[in-house]
T-cell receptor, first 113, second 117 residues
Framework: GESVGLHLPTLSVQEGDNSIINCAYSNSASDYFIWYKQESGKGPQFIIDIRSNMDKRQGQRVTVLLNKTVKHLSLQIAATQPGDSAVYFCAETNDQAGTALIFGKGTTLSVSS | GAVVSQHPSRVICKSGTSVKIECRSLDFQATTMFWYRQFPKKSLMLMATSNEGSKATYEQGVEKDKFLINHASLTLSTLTVTSAHPEDSSFYIC?????????????FGPGTRLTVT
């Protein structure tokens, strides 16, 4: 079964607001985490990743935070835009060749103008 | 980044027939490919892991005789849904790894929408 879950199934924000999407994982052996964005009818699109030896990583408008103590992962999107509307999944794995990703349940982000 | 394609993008077939879905890594050699299934408004569920030249490893609950996976080359894996039924209707997504600097990097295909009537 799934070992990665999300706290909120939907999140609605106004354009320009900051968005925070959360994720909890349960496998202590996981050492690599990824956030994906999936638009309707398309495959997952890589957003940002983080390894377990880090607690924060920043990209363009996105930041991932990792709290290993409570096994919590979050994705922060700054100045959310309508084009950010999609389903966001966290996924976990470990740094072994051929290891599959385990996906969380997903959060639907809706951005209104 | 690396490119993974799937064909067809969508397919409609009649109940009882078989349908084949292809997953190709276009610019790298994929030693491992993964097949996922996604129902509407649900997450991706791993079906099987496929290593080139080896039999696929199926997840618990996935019927290997119904979902035939072949990974005969480093750039192609196929998923054949045999004797399809309406409950097999779903979005099938593949991913591939092996061409990246890091072992864990995977590249996803665009998905195949299967509708069984």
């Amino acid at each position: 079964g799934e070992s990665v879950g999300l706290h909120l199934p939907t999140l609605s924000v106004q354009e320009g607001d900051n968005s925070i999407i959360n994720c909890a994982y349960s496998n202590s052996a996981s050492d690599y985490f990824i956030w994906y964005k999936q638009e309707s009818g398309k495959g997952p699109q890589f957003i940002i990743d983080i390894r377990s030896n880090m607690d924060k990583r920043q990209g363009q408008r996105v930041t991932v935070l990792l709290n290993k103590t409570v096994k919590h992962l979050s994705l922060q999107i700054a100045a959310t835009q309508p084009g950010d509307s999609a389903v966001y999944f966290c996924a976990e794995t470990n740094d072994q060749a051929g290891t599959a990703l385990i996906f969380g349940k997903g959060t639907t982000l809706s951005v209104s103008s | 980044g690396a490119v993974v394609s799937q064909h067809p993008s969508r397919v409609i077939c009649k109940s009882g027939t078989s349908v084949k879905i292809e997953c190709r890594s276009l610019d790298f050699q994929a030693t491992t490919m993964f097949w996922y299934r996604q129902f509407p408004k649900k997450s991706l569920m791993l079906m099987a892991t496929s290593n080139e030249g080896s039999k696929a490893t199926y997840e618990q609950g996935v019927e290997k005789d119904k979902f035939l996976i072949n990974h005969a080359s480093l750039t192609l894996s196929t998923l054949t849904v045999t004797s399809a039924h309406p409950e097999d209707s779903s979005f099938y997504i593949c991913s591939a790894s092996g061409g990246a600097r890091e072992n864990y990097e995977q590249y996803f295909g665009p998905g195949t929408r299967l509708t069984v009537t």
